[in-house]
C-alpha cells in the first residue's frame, strides 16, 4: 500500500515532479565523480561559484513550490557542498600551482563572493519594504509586486538566476576541451531538457523557467558535443 501510495502520489515516479529534480542530482553527482575521480585542473571556477548560488536559491523554490518537492530540496543542498568542496580543490591546486599569482586569485574571488553575499544580503532586507510600497498604488507595479512570480518571490529569482549557467557556458564556448567537465556538460544539459516540461506543471506554470531551461539545454549541449567529438570521434 505504501509503494503504490508513492508511486500515485503528486511528486512521484509517474510525474515530472519526481524526474525533474532526480535529473539535479546529476549535478551534485558530478561534482562528486569530478572531486573523486578527475584533477582539479578541469575545475571550472566560475560555473562552481554560479552552481552555489544557483543551488542555494533552488532550495528555497523547492520548499515553495506546489507540490512541495522534497527531492529538489536535498539534490540542491547536495550540490551546494558538492560544488563548495571543488572551489576548495580550486583554491588549494591554484595556490600549489602558480605560487606567485595563485594566492591573490583566490583571495580576489574570495572578496567577490563576499561581496555578491553582502548584496544578496541587502536585496532580501530591502525587498519587503519597497514590496509594501508597491502594493498600495495601481497598475503595472503593483501587479508586479503581488504576482506570485514576480521579482519579489522566489518563483521569479531561482528561474531566471539560472540564466547564469548558460551565461557561463556562452563564456566557455571555445574552453579546451581536456578541461571541459563529461560529466557535468552531461548533467547540465539533462536537466536543462527535463525542466523544459517542469515548468508547466508546477504551480504558478513558469514560463522564464523553460525559456531559461531551453537555453541551458542548448549552451550546455553544445560544449558536451564539443567534449564528446574531441574524446571519442577525433582520435
Keep these: 500500500m505504501a509503494l503504490a501510495a508513492f508511486l500515485n502520489s503528486p511528486t512521484g515516479p509517474m510525474t515530472t515532479h519526481f524526474w525533474g529534480p532526480v535529473a539535479n542530482w546529476g549535478l551534485a553527482a558530478s561534482g562528486m565523480y569530478d572531486a573523486a575521480l578527475k584533477g582539479p585542473e578541469i575545475i571550472n571556477e566560475r560555473m562552481s561559484a554560479t552552481q552555489i548560488l544557483y543551488s542555494g536559491l533552488f532550495v528555497r523554490f523547492a520548499w515553495a513550490v506546489q507540490p512541495r518537492n522534497y527531492i529538489l530540496a536535498s539534490c540542491h543542498t547536495a550540490n551546494v557542498m558538492a560544488q563548495g ?16 599569482t595563485g594566492p591573490s586569485t583566490v583571495r580576489n574571488a574570495g572578496i567577490m563572493a563576499a561581496g555578491v ?43 531566471n538566476f539560472k540564466w547564469a549557467l548558460s551565461i557561463n557556458n556562452l563564456m566557455d564556448y571555445d574552453r579546451p576541451t581536456d578541461k571541459i567537465s563529461l560529466s557535468m556538460t552531461s548533467a547540465l544539459t539533462l536537466t536543462g531538457l527535463i525542466f523544459m516540461r517542469w515548468s508547466f506543471v508546477i ?11 531551453c537555453a541551458l539545454s542548448s549552451s550546455s549541449g553544445y560544449l558536451l558535443a564539443r567534449k564528446v567529438k574531441a574524446d571519442y570521434f577525433d582520435k
Design 85 to 100: 568542496n571543488q572551489l576548495r580543490r580550486w583554491a588549494e591546486y591554484k595556490i600549489q600551482t602558480e605560487p606567485e
Design 117 to 159: 553575499a553582502a548584496g544578496i544580503t541587502a536585496m532580501v532586507v530591502a525587498s519587503t519594504p519597497i514590496q509594501n510600497s508597491l502594493k498600495g498604488g495601481s497598475g503595472f507595479l503593483a501587479r508586479m509586486a503581488t504576482h506570485p512570480a514576480g521579482p519579489f518571490y522566489i518563483h521569479f529569482w531561482a528561474p
Design 203 to 213: 504551480t504558478p506554470v513558469n514560463y522564464s523557467l523553460f525559456a531559461v531551461n
